[in-house]
């Protein structure tokens, strides 16, 4: 069975990248695989934009499953397990949330095929691996998708199943993989089921200064822990994105907010009889380092409290790079907490 305990995405590599043969071969190699190794870690993350694995008239690329096979070769070779992650499909992508032209994945019967025939292709190729689990998509966002990401799960999930019984499937919940949605997801079809969500709360601490959130201020310097009144006025700035302030009852940021959050992935996870495992979790470079490690330890403390595997985002560079000079003061005290070495 995979432990899937702790874990480091690869993000970058085959996902939210330049898509080229000379990005493949050189963002990450065996060495960080083995570094990774070293470190104490137990799995990789691996993201994947359906780019890398097939034209956009649907044909396989082999070259680029290519990229994913060595990957998992890397992995095995030490000792890893490796989540393979399809982390943008053809017609959905977390980054066009709301946009119905790009994001219709889930409205279209044609694309809706085509996402299966990709993970019937994946399994094919790697059902063999026993180091491998698949993650059907990384977050899909709009609420109103509940419905039809589950059919499309159910769909897809038979698929596989036809092809490969034993690697572990993984999925998660609408609103960008949110704790509070995972109660949506329906039971399960097979025991080698694994559910996940993704964890940047609060959201202004962890992306403060990201470029890429909306209304989000860009000079203000975000504390942890911080009051709680100080939290709720500046995440409603940030709308949907801002929600778990609304209902908290919480009392103070720190540990019990996060607990409340992630209890809610926890129930649902522990109804439907499945483990639970947090895909993401992490903090901008752009945040002040020793508030980092802070927010890093009540994290991991909740985690551990529940038996949640995780994977950090992210390995290298995306603003969250984990090797990056940011985390020159805090990297081994990070890799000390998460792997005990």
């Known amino acids: 069975m995979m432990k899937l305990y702790r874990g480091v995405n690869l993000g970058g590599f085959l996902s939210q990248c330049e898509h080229s043969d000379e990005h493949y071969r050189t963002f990450i190699s065996e060495e960080d695989i083995r570094r990774i190794a070293e470190w104490g870690f137990d799995h990789v993350r691996l993201p994947i934009d359906y780019e890398v694995l097939e034209n956009e008239d649907g044909r396989m690329k082999p070259q680029g499953y290519g990229y994913v096979r060595d990957a998992v070769s890397w992995c095995r070779k030490y000792s890893l397990d490796i989540v393979l992650d399809l982390h943008k499909a053809p017609g959905y992508s977390f980054g066009d949330a709301g946009d119905k032209q790009k994001n219709n994945l889930l409205e279209n019967p044609e694309l809706r095929q085509r996402f299966i025939r990709l993970w019937e292709n994946m399994a094919n190729e790697f059902g063999s691996c026993d180091n491998a689990a698949f993650e059907l998509l990384n977050e899909v966002v709009e609420l109103e998708y ?191 907490l998460w792997t005990g070495k």
């Open 146 to 336: 509940v419905e039809p990401w589950n059919q499309l799960i159910r769909d897809t999930v038979s698929a596989i199943r036809r092809i490969t019984g034993k690697t572990p499937i993984i999925y998660g919940g609408v609103l960008w993989n949110s704790a509070y949605t995972v109660k949506h997801l329906e039971a399960p079809q097979d025991d080698n089921t694994i559910f996940t969500f993704h964890f940047y709360e609060p959201l202004i601490f962890t992306h403060q200064k990201a470029y890429w959130i909306k209304n989000l201020d860009r000079e203000r310097t975000v504390p942890y822990p911080g009051s709680m009144e100080y939290y709720r006025k500046h995440s409603a700035e940030l709308g949907i994105q801002g929600g778990p302030f609304e209902n908290t009852r919480a009392k103070e940021m720190g540990p019990e907010f996060i607990e409340e959050i992630v209890l809610e992935a926890v129930r649902a996870a522990k109804k439907a009889g499945v483990r639970l495992y947090c895909g993401e979790f992490g903090v901008i470079d752009q945040a002040p380092v020793t508030d980092t490690l802070q927010w890093f330890k009540d994290v991991d403390g909740i985690f551990r409290k529940y038996d949640i595997g995780c994977a950090v985002w992210t390995y290298k560079e995306m603003d969250f790079g984990l090797i990056g000079p940011h985390y020159d003061r805090i990297r081994d005290d990070l890799i000390s």
